[in-house]
C-alpha cells in the first residue's frame, strides 16, 4: 500500500476498531481500493495489518458513509464512481460548506489563520514533489480544521462523510498540473477572506474552490 500522513496526526491512544477505520478509509479515499473492486477481508486484513473483527466493523461503518456496499452471496465492492454521484455530491457541498465557512469567520482565531497557512505550504510542497497521497491527506486536513474551527459537531461529522466521498472523486483529478495549481490559490483565497473577517469573500472563495473541483473533474 502507499503511504502517507495519518489522518489524524495522533493514533496512539485510538481504539484498534477505530483506528481499522481510519486506515481503510485512508486507502479508500487514495484510491489504493479502486472503485468497483470486490475485496478479500483476509487480503484487506494483511494489507492494514490489522484484525478480523476491526475490519468487520470498518466495513459496516465505511458501508454506511457510502464508501462500500455490502452485497448479500457476493461481498464487499468499494463504491463506483459516477458523474452523477459527483454531481449530486457538489451540490450537497456547496450548502453545507457555506455553512461552515459562515461559522468559521465568526470563530476563527489567529492561531487557526496560522495553521492553515502552514497546512496549504505542505500542500503545495506535495504538490511539487508529486506526493498525491500526502497532498490529498493534507488537503483533508485543511477541510477538516475549517470543519472544527466552524464548531458544531453535527456539521463535523456530515462535512467528514461529504469530504471522503468527495476526495475519491478528487484523486481522479491529480495528473492536472494546473488544477493543483488552483487548489493552493483556492486554499490561500479562503485563508485571507477569513483572516480579513471577510464572509462574503469567504463564502465566494469557498464556492470557486468548489467550482474549481467540478470543472477539473468534467474535464479529466
Known sequence: MESGTEFPENTRTLS????????????????????????????VMADL????????QAIHRLAAEGLLQVIPRKGVMVSPLSIDDALELIEVRLANEALCIRLAVQRISEEDIRYLRQLNLQIDRA???RDRINMMLLDRQFHHHLATVAANR???????????????????????EVHMHEVIDEHNAIIEALAAGDATAADSATRAHIMSFKQALVAR
Not at 49 to 56: A, K, L, V
Open 49 to 56: 495489518e490489522m484484525g478480523r473483527t476491526p475490519i468487520n
Open 16 to 43: 484498534l476498531n477505530e483506528l481499522a477505520y481510519l486506515r481503510f478509509k485512508q486507502a479508500l479515499i487514495t484510491l489504493v481500493y479502486k472503485p468497483g473492486d470486490y475485496l478479500n477481508t483476509a487480503q
Open 154 to 176: 453535527r456539521l463535523i461529522d456530515i462535512l467528514s462523510v461529504i469530504h471522503a466521498q468527495a476526495q475519491r472523486f478528487w484523486a481522479t483529478t491529480l495528473s492536472n
Open 127 to 129: 504538490r511539487q514533489q
